[in-house]
Antibody, heavy 122, light 108 residues
């Protein structure tokens, strides 16, 4: 059974940094693309970033691409999101999400963690 | 950016009734559309992908249809656990992935 556990969220001041982690289990992590999807309080879903199974191909949403970095450690079955220069509008629940397809990223979101809340406030 | 517009914003129905939710894209997405269900305090769950394929473990009362710019999620007979928020999502313009704003399905 797929299990995704996010950590690293919290309250942070504008301009500061946070690093989110996602521990994966129950599947062969190194064979799947992985995503971060966020949801501001009371709002809809917003895709943030994707990383290919081998970590070589990455894409981020335009509004975060100069501030966020996505990475993964396949030896430790862990996904990361480094978030710098945080802004109030980055406040959201951040979900770690497994892609549906083995190999090339399919951009459908099959399995979700429970999320970690990031609050950017002074 | 492809904009997905869901309608209605809120749908009020009774258990046992048929629910029809709509998602319209600002430009064609072929059949590259998915539907998700989200209950309060929970992560979303994938229901349908590629417009009409049910994800693993999804009951047969959920069905998807459409292509191009107009899509429908149908729940044939509502169960109490189906009342939730539903989102559509397109992957046609990857990596510029977008979601609809959601439809809230509430008990009448």
């Amino acid at each position: 059974q797929v299990h995704l556990v996010e950590s690293g969220g919290g309250v942070v001041q504008p301009g500061r940094s946070l690093r989110l982690s996602c521990a994966a289990s129950g599947f062969t992590f190194s064979r799947y693309g992985m995503h971060w999807v966020r949801q501001a309080p009371g709002k809809g879903l917003e895709w943030v970033a994707v990383i290919a199974s081998d970590g070589k191909d990455k894409h981020l949403k335009d509004s975060v691409k100069d501030r966020y970095t996505i990475s993964r450690d396949n030896s430790k079955n862990t996904l990361f999101l480094q978030m710098n220069s945080l802004r109030a509008e980055d406040t959201a629940m951040y979900y770690c999400v497994k892609d549906t397809a083995v190999g090339p990223v399919n951009y459908y979101f099959e399995s979700w963690g429970q999320g970690t809340l990031v609050t950017v406030s002074s | 950016e492809i904009v997905l517009t869901q309608s209605p914003v809120t749908l009020s129905l009774s258990p046992g009734k048929r629910a029809t939710l709509s998602c319209r894209a600002s430009q064609t997405v072929s059949r590259y559309l998915a539907w998700y269900q989200q209950k309060p305090g929970q992560a979303p769950r994938l229901l349908i992908y590629d417009a009409s394929n049910r994800a693993t473990g999804i009951p047969a009362r959920f069905s998807g249809s459409g292509s191009g710019t107009d899509f429908t999620l149908t729940i044939s007979s509502l169960e109490p656990e189906d009342f939730a928020v539903y989102y559509c999502q397109q992957r046609s313009s990857w990596p510029l992935i977008t979601f609809g704003q959601g439809t809230r399905l509430e008990i009448k």
